[in-house]
C-alpha cells in the first residue's frame, strides 16, 4: 500500500476519534474489513505491541503502518499519530471558550458515549479472534476478575496473564 493513502487513512481514524483505541474500529474497518491490507492478527498484535510500551494509547497506529508498508507504513502512522496533536491546540482554545455551553457540553457527551460505542463493536471481532482456545478464555476472565475485584496494579495482572499463557501453551 502506498504510505502517502496510509498516512491519510491513519489521519482520518486519529483526527476523527479523542484518544488511543477509540481509533480502532475506523482502523479496522478502512485497513481490515475494506481494503484487506492488515488481519485481525496483526491489528491484535499491533494493539498488544502498542499497549506493552509506555507513551500514548494510541501507539499502535505505528505499528499497524509497520504491518501494512514496513518502514515507511511505520513513519505514516507516527505522522498520523503526531498530527492531531498539532490540529488540537487551536481547537481547544475556540472549544474551550464554549464548553460552559449546553449545547456544546452536549455534543462532547454525545461523542463520548458515540467513541464507546464504536470501540465495543471494533473490540468484538478482535476479541473472537484473540480468544480462540478455552486457555485463553480463561485467562482472559481470570484478569477481567483481577482488575475488576482487586487492587493489584495492572503490570502483575498482564505479567501473570501473559506467564499463564506460556506455561499453557508449553502443556498443550
Not at 490540529?87 to 472549544?95: C, H, T
Not at 478455552?134 to 481470570?142: E, G, H, K, Y
Amino acid at each position: 500500500m502506498n504510505p502517502v493513502l496510509l498516512y491519510f487513512l491513519l489521519l482520518k481514524a486519529t483526527l476523527t476519534t479523542f484518544s488511543g483505541l477509540t481509533s480502532l474500529p475506523i482502523i479496522h474497518n478502512d485497513l481490515v474489513v475494506r481494503r484487506r491490507v492488515l488481519t485481525d492478527r496483526q491489528l491484535n498484535a499491533a494493539v498488544v505491541a502498542g499497549r506493552s510500551v509506555p507513551g500514548p494509547n494510541g501507539l499502535y497506529v505505528v505499528s499497524v503502518g509497520y504491518f501494512v508498508a514496513g518502514a515507511p507504513g511505520a513513519v505514516a502512522g507516527w505522522l498520523a499519530m503526531i498530527t492531531p496533536a498539532f490540529v488540537i491546540i487551536p481547537l481547544l482554545r475556540f472549544v474551550g471558550a464554549r464548553a460552559s455551553r449546553p449545547v456544546v457540553r452536549s455534543a462532547i457527551e454525545a461523542m463520548t458515549v458515540a467513541a464507546a460505542g464504536l470501540i465495543v463493536s471494533a473490540a468484538i471481532p478482535l476479541a473472537r479472534d484473540a480468544l480462540a482456545g478455552p486457555l485463553s478464555v480463561v485467562i482472559a476472565a481470570a484478569s477481567a476478575a483481577m482488575v475488576a475485584f482487586t487492587r493489584r496494579d495492572t503490570l502483575w495482572i498482564i505479567g501473570g496473564s501473559a506467564l499463564a499463557g506460556l506455561l499453557g501453551g508449553l502443556a498443550f
